[in-house]
């Protein structure tokens, strides 16, 4: 296993390059059933076979050595039977293993989060797995709760997404072709980029508008065609004070939303609202209201906050306004509805 493991990691870097037979060595010892001799060593670990002689090996095998227990890595020596060829060397797996993962549920949550914009396919499994076994590690009920209002409901960035990233760090500009969302007109764009943000549920770059002399923003997904960077590096200079918020309107509150809230749940609604009383036992909203905050949440786009709130499950009733009761009524249906046709599905 140990000879498969360093011909793979061989033959995507160069034996000769110090790092990769640093590299195979650390795979090799890690992978043996017992230890492995520096004859089995020279054999069969890439990047030893190049050396043109057996106190050239020496050399170049005890200078990894140290170098690896520098680094950390615990290279043990195993003695066979006292004969100097029988030494084996063997890296100490409990000393090398990670110690057991111990998340609050805040950093589980954040985890979770960072996971769900991951898009690549490949690696999505992997992601999933992992996260399940955290929690299942001893993470309660709540540790997903710290971040609910914050999942992102962002789409899949597109190809513009690199290239404009590339020019940002370069200050280079950039032309490409966009469709507008007002008129659908086609045509090409010269912009130099600023900041790309992300808002509501789509990815964004602002920048100025070479042709119409003025700040623009442009959503990635009406992005047609490839975007070029053109002309030289630190082309024009980002202004210190650019709002992207302003630029994307994402300020200014459209209403103050009235929740009641299980206690110690909902970390994100406490955090942007206030605390302004609590529902009494009999209260008007319901028994299973009683005992819990109310906050005034201040909120800037309905649809949002509904998404939001219905995140929380039943942690979180709404009291007002009804518009915004009502569309999360109507969501909590639409999700119950699917619910039940999936379970019909399975029967």
Do not use: C
Request: proline letters at 6%; glycine letters at 10%; aromatic letters at 6%.
């Amino acid at each position: 296993m140990s000879e498969a493991l360093s011909s793979r990691s061989a033959s995507q870097v160069a034996p000769s390059n110090p790092a990769a037979r640093l590299l195979n060595l650390v795979i090799a010892l890690v992978n043996t059933n017992a230890s492995m001799t520096k004859q089995q060593i020279r054999r069969s670990v890439a990047g030893y076979g190049d050396a043109p002689s057996p106190d050239a090996f020496e050399r170049m095998f005890e200078r990894d050595k140290d170098t690896l227990r520098d680094l950390g890595i615990p290279i043990v020596t195993v003695d066979a039977g006292g004969h100097a060829d029988e030494v084996g060397y063997r890296i100490d797996q409990d000393a090398y293993a990670l110690p057991p993962v111990d998340l609050t549920p805040a950093e589980l949550g954040v985890l979770a989060l960072a996971a769900q914009f991951w898009q690549d396919k490949t690696l999505r499994t992997d992601i999933s797995r992992a996260l399940t076994k955290l929690r299942a590690a001893g993470a309660g009920e709540t540790a997903m709760d710290a971040v609910t209002g914050l999942v992102p409901r962002v789409r899949a960035v597109g190809d513009a997404y690199g290239p404009l990233l590339d020019a940002i760090s370069e200050r280079r500009v950039v032309s490409f072709t966009y469709r507008a969302a007002s008129t659908g007109e086609v045509r090409p764009r010269r912009v130099q980029p600023w900041r790309i943000a992300a808002r509501r549920g789509g990815w964004y770059l602002v920048g100025f508008d070479v042709d119409r002399q003025a700040p623009r923003s442009y959503r990635l997904s009406r992005v047609e065609g490839r975007v070029r960077a053109t002309g030289p590096r630190d082309a024009f200079e980002v202004p210190v004070d650019v709002d992207v918020d302003a630029f994307l309107g994402g300020r200014g509150a459209a209403g103050v939303a009235r929740l009641a809230v299980v206690p110690e749940r909902a970390a994100a609604l406490r955090a942007r609202g206030t605390v302004v009383g609590s529902v009494p036992a009999g209260a008007a909203a319901g028994s299973s209201g009683a005992g819990r905050d109310v906050l005034e949440v201040p909120f800037s786009v309905r649809a949002a906050l509904a998404e939001e709130v219905v995140g929380y499950g039943d942690a979180v009733l709404v009291l007002g306004p009804p518009e915004l009761r009502d569309v999360v009524v109507r969501r909590l249906r639409e999700a119950a509805a699917v619910g039940g046709a999936g379970e019909e599905g399975r029967g």
